[in-house]
């Protein structure tokens, strides 16, 4: 692996003008200085650059679109194989966040609650965190990471980072409150009547997105977001049916696989995946296979009904029989939160509204990643969050 990031650093051209950093990477990540002080030997400091940008560097180096990012943007690409940029941040990130000097400013005496400890929740909590606020995460499971570890399989992002990353916190003084949920019998309001200067709202998109077809509620049909939470509760059977094309359509099919389904199809409605190549590929290396121009009818017990769209314009029903069937096409937020605080306001997609600067309907309350854009990337909740977080923090200054 060392030889391998070695060899692809030196590579890298250090262009003037990094089309991977301006074009590609939505933090803009400053590539070609990690990669030069990568090759002066000073890998603690790209480590220390690398985390103040994005918190959840080691993160992302695993699980972001590369191909269609930094190194899909790379110059290397145009005319040959792109630096595996990924490769090289990984191994910065992974090698020395133990090692990381984290230095909180000195407490202000100010409280800032998070609700929600996914990639949002976390890059906020550690941001205010360093800058002197007394942090209290709260989350409805047990353990940290939200869909980085209930949403994507251990074979992409082994769960122990995300434990890394819970003792990192705890260093910075961030408190916790597992298994606990917001907009029950606590609402946002009990925590600033509590003295909390601002809560931040990071509850991610759990609800899966229903297909609306007859049949979806048989003993035979499980959402994807539900399977990959703990697959291991689930008997799918040898044949495996999977409706959606996305990346999550892919971690589902590859962990039916590692979970013994001996026949794993993927039912795509147009001529090809919505996935990322990479996934694609892995996908068919796994033994994953693919059927195009299906359109599901309904389920039955025995399977599922696609109208079969035929070249020559011919639609046909056709029974393909499954064991069982998955639904991949997405996830909305719960309704929880909204429900209980009658003062939060919606968008037209049914997400929580937010301002320019992250600010819900309720004074004080600010909201970012899935929770408001509805399923999307994790460095692309980490860049808004980052900004809200300064938001939030000018907010609890100018309101002392």
């Known amino acids: 692996m060392s030889v ?11 262009c003037p003008n990094p089309r991977c950093r301006e074009n590609g990477c ?42 269609n990012q930094c190194e899909g943007n790379c110059v290397r690409g145009i005319k040959g194989e792109s630096i595996h940029i990924s490769s090289i941040e990984n191994y910065i990130s992974d090698s020395c966040f133990e090692r990381l000097e984290l230095k909180p400013a000195p407490s ?6 998070v609700i929600g400890a996914g990639p949002a929740g976390i890059t906020i909590a550690i941001i205010l965190a360093l800058k002197g606020y007394s942090i209290t995460v709260f989350e409805t499971h047990d353990k940290i990471g939200g869909i980085l570890r209930y949403g994507i399989p251990e074979f992409r ?16 003084g961030i408190k916790f409150r597992p298994n606990f949920a917001i907009g029950g019998s606590t609402g946002i309001q009990d925590l600033l009547n509590d003295g909390y200067k601002s809560v931040f709202i990071g509850t991610g998109a759990w ?15 499980f959402y994807a977001i539900n399977y990959l939470n703990n697959p291991d509760v689930y008997e799918l ?16 099919a590859r962990t039916a696989i590692r979970h013994g389904a001996k026949e794993v199809v993927v039912y795509v409605r147009g001529d090809e995946v919505s996935a990322s190549k990479a996934e694609f590929e892995y996908a068919k290396v796994d033994g994953v296979k693919f059927e195009y121009r299906k359109s599901i009818v309904r389920i ?37 939160i909204v429900t209980h605080e009658k003062e939060l306001k919606l968008n037209e997609n049914g997400n929580l509204a937010t301002d320019s600067k992250g600010e819900t309907s309720l004074a ?34 100018a309101n002392l």
């Open 4 to 14: 391998h990031v070695i060899d692809e650093a030196n590579r890298c051209l250090q």
């Open 26 to 67: 939505p933090i803009h990540t400053n590539i070609p200085e990690m990669i030069r002080l990568f090759k002066e030997n000073r890998m603690m400091e790209a480590a220390q650059m690398l985390f103040e940008n994005n918190p959840l560097s080691m993160v992302c180096s695993l699980v972001c679109n590369h191909e």
């Open 108 to 113: 202000n005496g100010m409280k800032a609650a």
């Open 157 to 172: 992002l082994p769960k122990s980072i995300l434990d890394r990353y819970y003792k990192k916190m705890r260093e910075l």
């Open 207 to 221: 609800k899966p997105r229903k297909l609306g077809v007859p049949g979806e509620t048989f003993g035979n049909v």
């Open 237 to 252: 059977g040898d044949k495996v049916a999977i409706i959606g094309a996305g990346n999550a359509a892919m971690d589902v």
């Open 300 to 336: 039955v017990d025995e399977g599922a009904v696609f109208i079969d769209d035929g070249p020559d314009g011919d639609k046909t029903e056709r029974l393909y029989p499954a064991d069982s069937i998955l639904i991949a096409i997405s996830q909305v937020p719960q309704d929880r």
């Open 364 to 397: 004080g309350v600010f909201a970012s990643g899935d929770v408001v854009t509805g399923a999307k990337t994790v460095v692309a909740a980490v860049a808004v969050s980052k900004q809200i977080a300064e938001d939030m923090d000018r907010y609890m200054k």
